[in-house]
Every structure is written in C-alpha cells, then in structure tokens.
T-cell receptor
Framework: GQNIDQPTEMTATEGAIVQINCTYQ??????LFWYQQHAGEAPTFLSY????GLEEKGRFSSFLSRSKGYSYLLLKELQMKDSASYLC????????????FGPGTRLSVLP | EPEVTQTPSHQVTQMGQEVILRCVPI?????FYWYRQILGQKVEFLVS????????KSEIFDDQFSVERPDGSNFTLKIRSTKLEDSAMYFC?????????????FGPGTRLLVL
C-alpha cells in the first residue's frame, strides 16, 4: 500500500524559517512533489525532487532522501501569506503516473 | 499564464440526482485527472485520462462515475446517482506528459454538496 505522513499543524513567526517533514512508504518511487493549498483553493505546485539532495527555489527549498523515504520543505523569511496547507505528493510506479497525496500540514504564520 | 478552469464553482444537488462537473484543461496538455477532497481530509486520486480513454482509476471511481472528453477542450466528470458521501471539492488537473518531472496543474475546484 501507499502511506505518506506529515505533521498535521505547525506554527511559526513572520520572518522565521520553518521545515515541514514528509515520510513516505510507497511501492516504487517516481518523484516527490510539494504543493501549497490555501483554504478553499486548488493546490499550486511548489517544487519537485526525484534525486537525493536539495532543490532551491527562491524562499522555498525541498530536500529528498530516497533511502530514508523522507523529504522536507523549507520555507525561509516567512510571510503572513505563507499561511496555508502544504501537501506532499508522491508519484509511485505502481500507481500509474498519478499522485498519492499526504494529509497536508497546516502552517500558521503569526506576526 | 495558461490555467485549468472548472465550472460550476459550486453545485448543490439532491441525493440520487446526476451531476456533471466540467473542466477545461490547459490547451497543450494531453493527460487529464480528477481528484476529490472531502472537507478536512486529504486530496484523493479518482481517475486519469489519456487519448480518449481511462488510463488509471482508484477504488473510489466506481460504476457511478464516468469521464468524457466530449470535444477538443472540455473534460467532464459525471456522477450518475449522487450519495451524501459524494459531497466534496472536486479538482480537475492536467499535465503535458507523464515523464518523471511533469507536474500536474490543478483547477480551482467545484464544491459539490449533496443533500
């Protein structure tokens, strides 16, 4: 089966750095994606990893360790607008090319 | 910037009625998907569609569901006889291909409420 875990909620302060972890157990692995979802809106693509290591994209970075089944999303210089849910999604070989989503982490950024 | 669009944004229906949710994928994309998200729960895959046929479907996508690409731009999800538990946000997504790095772009969703 497919299992993806994320912390349910996190809180951080404006201007700070926050790390959102994701662990996965899937049969086959073909990439890990991070999406941002504001309440009542569609998920929007943030980043993608298929090889081990860190991918940096402005204030957002994502890290992957395939041997550990682990990824994290790092958000720097937090802004109030970063308050949202962050979804970890895995594309697994034996699930076609479709995404298995984690439960999402609701991040609240406080002033 | 091209985007996926969906109509209607909200749909209220009576249990047992048929609903059709509509999506217009990004124009040069070839792969189309439907996902649903029950309030407070995770996004769940329903079905993927390529070359005018279903490529993958989940266990959620039973005989009550069907998809169609009736013309060159629209992609629809039909629920034949809605149940209370079908109440959810339904997201359409599309991708250019299915290579490893291809991401899926999501529409704004249709919020379906079954009474």
């Amino acid at each position: 089966g497919q299992n993806i875990d994320q912390p349910t909620e996190m809180t951080a302060t404006e201007g700070a750095i926050v790390q959102i972890n994701c662990t996965y157990q899937t049969s086959g692995f073909n990439g890990l994606f991070w999406y941002q979802q504001h309440a009542g809106e569609a998920p929007t693509f943030l980043s993608y990893n298929v090889l081990d290591g860190l991918e940096e994209k402005g204030r957002f970075s994502s890290f992957l360790s395939r041997s550990k089944g682990y990824s994290y999303l790092l958000l720097k210089e937090l802004q109030m607008k970063d308050s949202a849910s962050y979804l970890c999604a895995v594309r697994a070989h034996n699930y076609g090319q479709n995404f298995v989503f984690g439960p999402g982490t609701r991040l609240s950024v406080l002033p | 910037e091209p985007e996926v669009t969906q109509t209607p944004s909200h749909q209220v229906t009576q249990m047992g009625q048929e609903v059709i949710l509509r999506c217009v994928p990004i124009s040069n994309h070839l792969y189309f998907y439907w996902y649903r998200q029950i309030l407070g729960q995770k996004v769940e895959f329903l079905v993927s569609f390529y070359n005018n046929e279903i490529s993958e479907k989940s266990e959620i996508f039973d005989d009550q569901f069907s998809v169609e690409r009736p013309d060159g731009s629209n992609f629809t999800l039909k629920i034949r006889s809605t149940k209370l538990e079908d109440s959810a946000m339904y997201f359409c997504a599309s991708s250019e291909g299915t290579a490893t790095q291809e991401t899926q772009y999501f529409g704004p969703g249709t919020r379906l409420l079954v009474l």
